[in-house]
Each structure stands twice: as C-alpha cells, then as structure tokens.
C-alpha cells in the first residue's frame, strides 16, 4: 500500500543550551546545525525508513529547497509531488534543546502554497486501501480537502492534529484515525487523557464529531487507542533521552507503516512507541529516526514483540 503524506518540509536550526533564555537574556550555547524536517517531511521519512512506501506531497522554496528535496530522496521516499515556489523560503524552524527538550519556533514559508491542485495531481495514481497522513502546518482548507478527496478515493485517512489548531466539525467525520498527544487532546476534547477512563472519554467525544479510531501518545506512559469501542494501551520503550524533536513524528510514522502492511493494532503501537524511543536517543530530525532493521533489534532488545 502507498502511504500519501499531505504536509509541510522544514528546514530546522537548532542549537543546544543549557537552558531556555528568558525574556531579553542572551545565553551560549553550542552543536549548531541544520536537519531537514517539518512534520510533513519527518512522517514521510520515518515511513521510507521503517520500510513504507512513502510519497511526500507539498511545497519547498527559495532557500534550502533542493537540499530539502534531495534529503527526501536519500532516504527512499518519492519526490515527484515536491513543488518548489521560487518566490518565498522554504519553511524554517528555530529549534532550541534545552535538557533533552524543545522549543520551537516556526515560519511556515512555502508551506502555505501547498494546495488542492497539488493534492489532485499526487491523488491522480491512489488506489483504495492505500494510506493518507496530514498535519496541521499546511493551510487548513488543504488538510479538508486532502482528507475528504481520500475518503472519496477509498483511502485510509490519519490525522495527526499539530499543531492544534479549531477545526471545522465537519473534517472529523474523514478522520479513520486522529492521533493526537496528550496537549493536543486535552485542546479538541477539553479532557486531559491520563488513564483508560479519561481516554475512552475523549474517544467519545471525537467519535460523536465522526473520528472512527482515536489513538493518543502519553510520552513517558506510552500511547492508549481505543478502535470499535476496544481500549488498548502500550508502555513506553525505555530510551535515554537527548533530544524529542521527531518522536512524535516517528512514532506516527511508524504506527501507519506497521497498519499498511496489514499489522493488528496493539503491534502497530508497540512498533512505533519503539522506534520513537531509539529515535530521541540521537540529536536531530530525520537523521535520528532508526531504519527498519534498527528498530526490529531494538525491540528484540527490550523484549517488545513488533
């Protein structure tokens, strides 16, 4: 199965600190470098390098495009449905990791030009039961539209809502899957999933707007789901961690990647909670998500059948 993943490329600047500046302070800090990355881009490649078939679908620009869209390329996912827009940036992130933590600041450049035509020419070749994956650092009437288009076509929709951002009621009912962290879910349902009963609450409350499955990330408590009314709940993989920026991406990645190829749920979860956790243990983007073979002794490690 095709993994179709409508989003945004980023190209990151991140510095290390010892801390989050405050308000006016400069401090030092260190390991400058630039990641390929934007939660679009970071899906794609986490799908191409756990072994999905990966086509990325949205828009780079004048500054750091090609070196964006050759990063695609290296790491197997197909570019064909990469725009470039010669008259804005490319998306930017300025990333500061302070204690194995983030903060991000965004521009959204060329990201804002990815539209409906470019959905419709990626779509062109989709066939029932492939896989489409969006964000919200696209413009929202793209995400609509994208997930909409798939469901008409027999596709298989996930919605990883993030940033958090109002949606518009009707967009649920496309939704095959919303993953959302717990921040996230705590903002669309009004209620902080912590335990099976506060997930299941908002697992209600998504599937009374159209959500069909919800599955939820906990960070250090792993991830709960619940499909068909079923409850399932994974534990986190043991990890050291250095840096967080595509964990969550990772594990999205990841947990599509495993349903494509015809896994039962809780392995998916268990596949993803253990590729997300080698992956915080490097520094970067898509150079930290593991490849395949990586993730499979890593599990076998931990003692987590994937």
Known sequence: MRIYIVGSLNMDLVIRAPRVPEGGETISGEGFMTN????????AVA?????????MVGCVGREFGGELTD?????????DYVRTEP?????????????????????AGSNGRTDNALVDRAFADAQAGDYLLVQLEIGLPTVAYALKEAKKRGMIT???PAPAAQLPEELYADCDWFVPNQTEAE??????????ES??????????LGVR??????????SASVSEGVFRRTDAVPAKAVDTTAAGDTYVGAFVTRLSEGADIETAMRFASTASALTVTRRGAQCAIPVRAEAEKYAKEKGVFV
């Open 36 to 43: 390929p990355g934007g939660k679009g881009a970071n899906q």
């Open 47 to 55: 799908v191409a390098k756990l072994g999905g078939e990966s086509y």
């Open 71 to 79: 990063a695609l390329k290296g790491y197997g996912v197909h570019a």
């Open 87 to 107: 008259d804005i940036s490319s998306g930017i992130a300025v990333i500061v990791v302070a204690d194995g933590d983030n903060r991000i600041i965004l521009d």
């Open 158 to 160: 996930v919605l990883n």
């Open 187 to 196: 903002f669309y349902t009004g209620i902080y999933p912590s335990d099976e």
């Open 199 to 208: 997930v299941r609450r908002c697992a209600e409350k998504l599937g009374k």
């Open 213 to 222: 499955n919800v599955l939820i990330t906990l960070g250090t408590d792993g």
